[in-house]
Structure formats: C-alpha cells, structure tokens
C-alpha cells in the first residue's frame, strides 16, 4: 500500500522567510510519480510538480525548489522567499506509474502555510 | 484553455435524497478522475475514465454511487439516498494521457 506522511500539520512564517515542507512517502512500487499541489482557500488544487522516481535531480522553478532523496523516501518543497500569496496547504502526493495513468494518487494530509506581513 | 469545470459549486441536500454533480473536463483531456476531499484531509480517489470507458473504482466508491462519462466528454457523479457521511468536497480531474491531472473547484456537498 502507499503512503505518504506530512508531518507538519501548520507551518506560520513571516513574508519574505524561506520555509521547507516535508514530504515522507512509502511505496512498493520501484517506478512511481510524486507531486505536489497546492490548495488556496477557492478550493481549486493547483499542480506544482510532478517528478518520476528515476529522475533524482533537484528542481527549482522560481521561487520553489524541490528536493528528491530516494535514500530516505522524502521530495520536500523549499519556498524561497515567502509571500503573502504562498498561503495555502499544500499536499504531497504519490501514484504509481502504471495506474489511472499515473494519476490515481495518494495524497497525505498537507501541510498549511500561513505567510504574515 | 478553460480549466476544469464542476457544477455545482455547492449543494446543501437532505439526507435520503439523491444529489448528481457535474464535471467538465479540459477539452482534449482523455482521462477523467474523481476525488473526494473530507475535512482537513487529503483528497481520496474515487474513480476514473478513459474516454467513456470506467476503469477502476475505490472500494470507497460504495453501491449508492455511480459514475458515467458516456460520451467521454462531461462526467456526472451521483449519490443516491445520501448519508450524513457523504458530506465533503467532490473533485473532479483531468488529464492526457500519462499527462499530469488539473483540478477543478470542487462541489462542496452538505447533507442535513
């Protein structure tokens, strides 16, 4: 069975703070996907990455890096600079690559970011 | 590019009465998904399909539910005799294949 585990139920930083979300997953599947989303209160879940297991490299997009570590079964997400618009949870999530087209995912229970003036 | 498109946004039903809730894919979207989101919670997969075709259901998705996409373009969601239980965020997906899913809003589902 798959799972995925973030700890960090409510994360509050300060704008303009850098903040880390963890991201612990299990699976028995040698080939999957993971992603993360992220949740404004409009309800909408907007995509922010998807990484396949092969694919180990760090990524970073803007303000947003991503840090793969198949060793520990971790893919945490680095905001740099947080802003006011950052607030949001955000969910990690987990799919094997075969299924629903890599789109049947587990998600854990997210980590909400609250970024204060 | 218009997004994915859930109808409606919110429905308050009363329990035993059956609700269905709709959902619009992205126009050139093969595979469709849904999801149910409780409280605090992550989303949960409830079902998805490829063109009109239903091809996995959750263990979630229980004898009161069913799902169609008959034309493999909109979806709808039923729920029959609906629960208190039932009450949560249904989300609807989409996506190419072997392409990344988009969310939609969601139709929050209150039962009284």
């Known amino acids: 069975a798959q799972k995925v585990t973030q700890a960090q139920t409510e994360i509050s930083v300060v704008e303009k703070e850098d903040v880390t979300l963890d991201c612990v997953y299990e699976?028995?599947?040698?080939?999957?996907?993971l992603f993360w989303y992220k949740q404004p209160p409009s309800g909408e879940l907007v995509f922010l990455i998807r990484?396949?297991?092969?694919?180990?490299q760090n990524e970073i997009s803007g303000r947003y890096s991503w840090n793969f570590q198949k060793s520990t079964s971790s893919f945490n997400f680095t905001i740099t600079a947080s802003q006011v618009v950052d607030s949001a949870v955000y969910f990690c999530?987990?799919?094997?690559?075969?299924?629903?087209?890599?789109?049947?995912?587990?998600f854990g229970t997210g980590t909400q970011l609250k970024v204060e003036l | 590019d218009t997004g994915v498109s859930q109808n409606p946004r919110h429905k308050i039903t009363k329990r035993g009465q059956n609700v269905t809730f709709r959902c619009d894919p992205i126009?050139?979207?093969?595979?469709l998904y849904w999801y149910r989101q409780t409280l605090g919670q992550g989303p949960e997969f409830l079902t998805y399909?490829?063109?009109?075709?239903?091809?996995?259901k959750s263990r979630l998705l229980s004898d009161r539910f069913s799902a169609e996409r008959p034309k493999g373009s909109f979806s709808t969601l039923e729920i029959q005799r609906t629960e208190q239980g039932d009450s949560a965020m249904y989300l609807c997906?989409?996506?190419?294949?072997?392409?990344?899913?988009?969310f939609g809003q969601g139709t929050r589902l209150t039962v009284v």
């Open positions: 699976t028995r599947d040698t080939t999957y996907y």
């Open positions: 399909f490829q063109n009109e075709a239903q091809l996995e």
């Open positions: 997906a989409s996506s190419r294949l072997q392409g990344e899913a988009f």
């Open positions: 990484r396949n297991s092969f694919d180990e």
């Open positions: 126009s050139e979207h093969n595979r």
């Open positions: 999530a987990l799919s094997d690559i075969l299924t629903g087209g890599g789109n049947k995912l587990t």
